[in-house]
């Protein structure tokens, strides 16, 4: 498919970039994101939350989405979630459009994640705080009113790669049972030249030299030979949960995206590879200026309600056997 029209017309729009400083490309991106993402939609009720650490005195901010229509009483699946930014930009404001649609989308409470952020917090900061409120979220499953058994763990770009590492620090620390993992254009490993990077690293948003920047805040002298947490694709993928991997047709990190899902495939696990035609990296912003971005929150709704089925209801018979319905 060409790249969509009202897409194309958007990047052209775009200023050439110029040198700044952190402060000021993280003032940019919020601005220019938050212009691109449309009106907010309403949800049933949104909770700020901390995930405290009783080692320490710290706590890592969270803010709840119970989708809108959510039946008080009913234990609702939750997807603890991480926004994108590269390791070390954005902030839970930023994602506030995306994070309603999502839980409407996929009728999970939307958990998401305020980390803390490179350069200042490098490796493995953000994935630890990720992680802890993932655990924070299962203990206390009950008083947030959501399904235990029904927790899955979600991110966009830098968000979808502190999902991914999440899960394997789960299953090696035998931490909290996910129940899914939505991975939406992740970038899993620190290979900079791969075909959709020879493709599509300049001119279509999301450029290799920023995704190198960003590697850089997040790793720092890791980057040559970076921890598996943070390079899953080089990981060992076996036993981690069902998983969805988006990627875009017309982003550098889609190689990646494939090969995670191949690897992930081939270690034995369910997994839903999705290519969203037409868009670039960053969509999940885009539904403002390019209606058609909004499919993103349409396929994660499909994927995430099939992959969070309750599980059936079972009834006694008059015979006293057990019936699935």
């Known amino acids: 498919m060409t790249l969509d029209a009202d897409i194309a017309a958007f990047l052209a729009r775009l200023p050439a970039p110029e040198p700044a400083s952190l402060e000021a490309i993280r003032a940019e991106t919020d601005r220019v994101l938050l212009t691109l993402q449309g009106a907010p939609e309403a949800v049933d009720r949104i909770e700020d939350l901390a995930a405290d650490d009783p080692a320490s005195n710290a706590a890592v901010p969270i803010r709840a989405y119970w989708p809108a229509g959510s039946a008080r009483g009913q234990a609702l699946p939750a997807l603890v979630f991480a926004h994108a930014g590269g390791w070390c930009l954005v902030s839970l404001e930023t994602y506030d459009t995306p994070c309603r649609a999502l839980a409407n989308a996929t009728g999970c409470v939307v958990f998401s994640v305020d980390y803390r952020l490179a350069p200042e917090h490098p490796y493995p900061a953000p994935l630890e705080d990720f992680y802890r409120a993932l655990v924070w979220v299962a203990d206390h499953a009950e008083a947030l009113g959501i399904d235990a058994g029904r927790i899955a763990v979600a991110g966009d770009s830098a968000g979808a790669n502190l999902a991914a590492g999440a899960a394997l620090l789960a299953r090696d620390r035998r931490g909290p049972s996910i129940a899914h993992q939505l991975l939406i254009y992740p970038p899993v490993d620190t290979d900079l030249g791969t075909a ?77 590879l999705i290519l969203l035609e037409g868009m670039v990296h960053g969509c999940i912003h885009m539904a403002g200026v390019a209606p058609a971005a909004g499919g993103l929150f349409v396929r994660a709704g499909e994927a995430i309600r099939t992959g969070l089925q309750p599980p059936p209801v079972i009834v006694a018979s008059e015979n006293h056997a057990a019936a699935g319905i």
């Open 196 to 272: 959709s990077y020879e493709a599509f690293g300049d001119g279509y948003y999301l450029t290799r030299e920023t995704m190198r920047f960003c590697w850089e805040a997040y790793l720092g002298e890791g980057l040559a030979s970076p921890p598996v947490y943070a390079a899953p694709l080089r990981a060992d993928l076996s036993n981690l949960p069902p998983s969805t991997v988006m990627v875009n047709e017309y982003d550098p990190l889609r190689s990646e995206g494939e090969a995670y899902a191949r690897k992930l495939a081939e270690s034995g696990v369910p997994t839903r």
